[in-house]
């Protein structure tokens, strides 16, 4: 599975309104394939941690946390990578939408303020009728908690993103034993 862009790839600058809307046409169209990747993505968690069916932990992301949590809480994530969990960043950042999808709702967007920092970027949004506009960069907040050393709380990194959204903060953890 691939990001349907570079997320982390600039717009072009510099912006013009030509480019603009180059991008924000090209996105638009991919963003239900993304909405889609990011689903299918989950599942494929599901089948590395070897759910019956996979699709227990698209419907249920608390069920995972513990074997998320466990994978997150290493330094070095190779051997991870090298048993299927590679893009580890996407697979972390579809496994917590899906997560905050599930706890506090909302969906994927695209952000199309061409003013805005994250302008072009499949952002979390759609949780917060009162504020319509609200988005949370999630792939930014993950690759932020990748960097951190050894110790890594995935727990804490679902906090954050609950506050984010102005979401009550506390991580349900339905992991089975």
């Known amino acids: 599975m691939a990001f349907p862009f570079d997320p982390e ?8 309104p030509e480019a603009a809307a180059r991008v924000l046409d090209e996105r638009r169209q991919s963003l239900p394939a993304w909405i889609q990747a990011s ?9 590395l941690s ?20 466990t994978i997150c809480g290493v330094e070095d994530l190779t051997a991870f990578r090298m048993i299927g969990y590679d ?7 579809t496994y917590c939408a899906e997560y905050m999808f599930s706890d506090v709702g909302g969906t ?3 952000d ?15 949780f917060d009728t009162a504020r319509p506009e609200a988005t949370v960069d999630v792939y930014a907040a993950v690759t932020a908690f990748l960097e951190e050393p050894e110790g890594r709380d995935l727990e804490r ?3 954050s993103l609950q506050e984010a959204m102005g979401a009550p903060v506390g991580v349900t953890d339905t992991s089975f034993p």
């Open 112 to 126: 199309e303020d061409p003013e805005s920092p994250t302008f072009g970027r499949f952002l979390i949004g759609a």
């Open 9 to 16: 790839q600039p717009v072009p600058d510099p912006l013009t």
């Open 108 to 110: 994927w967007v695209l």
């Open 157 to 159: 990194l679902l906090e």
């Open 39 to 47: 689903r299918d993505a989950v599942v494929y968690l599901g089948e």
């Open 50 to 69: 070897r759910w019956d069916p996979p699709e227990t932990l698209l419907e249920n992301p608390s069920h995972g946390l513990t074997h998320m949590s």
């Open 87 to 93: 893009p580890f960043d996407l697979l972390l950042t």
